[in-house]
Nanobody
Framework: QVQLVESGGGLVQAGGSLRLFCAASGTIFSINDMGWYRQAPGKQRELVAVFSSGGVTNYADSVRDRFTISRDNAKNTVYLQMNSLTPEDTAVYYC?????????????WGQGTQVTVSS
């Protein structure tokens, strides 16, 4: 079984910064893509940023140049540095990982961490 545990969310004023952290644990052979999604009230879950095992990053247009994703493959961790936050960034942020396990590749989600940006 694989678990993703997130931390780092909270309440911040517009223009502020937060750093999210996610660690994968369990029986992990390797991790392919690892990234962050978010879901605001009444909206669908959307991609924020993803970091492939090959080192390629991809960002949603709405966060490009403000957010930075990084990854530590040795520790099975992924980070999301969020700068210049706006109220539109308010959402539950979920860590996601595509993990190679004994059963093959499987997709896992964290429990989510709330990010609230006040105006």
């Amino acid at each position: 079984q694989v678990q993703l545990v997130e931390s780092g969310g909270g309440l911040v004023q517009a223009g502020g910064s937060l750093r999210l952290f996610c660690a994968a644990s369990g029986t992990i052979f390797s991790i392919n893509d690892m990234g962050w999604y978010r879901q605001a009230p009444g909206k669908q879950r959307e991609l924020v940023a993803v970091f492939s095992s090959g080192g390629v990053t991809n960002y949603a247009d709405s966060v490009r140049d403000r957010f930075t994703i990084s990854r530590d493959n040795a520790k099975n961790t992924v980070y999301l540095q969020m700068n210049s936050l706006t109220p539109e960034d308010t959402a539950v942020y979920y860590c996601n990982a595509h993990v190679r396990t004994v059963k093959g590749y499987m997709n896992y989600w964290g429990q989510g961490t709330q990010v609230t940006v006040s105006s």
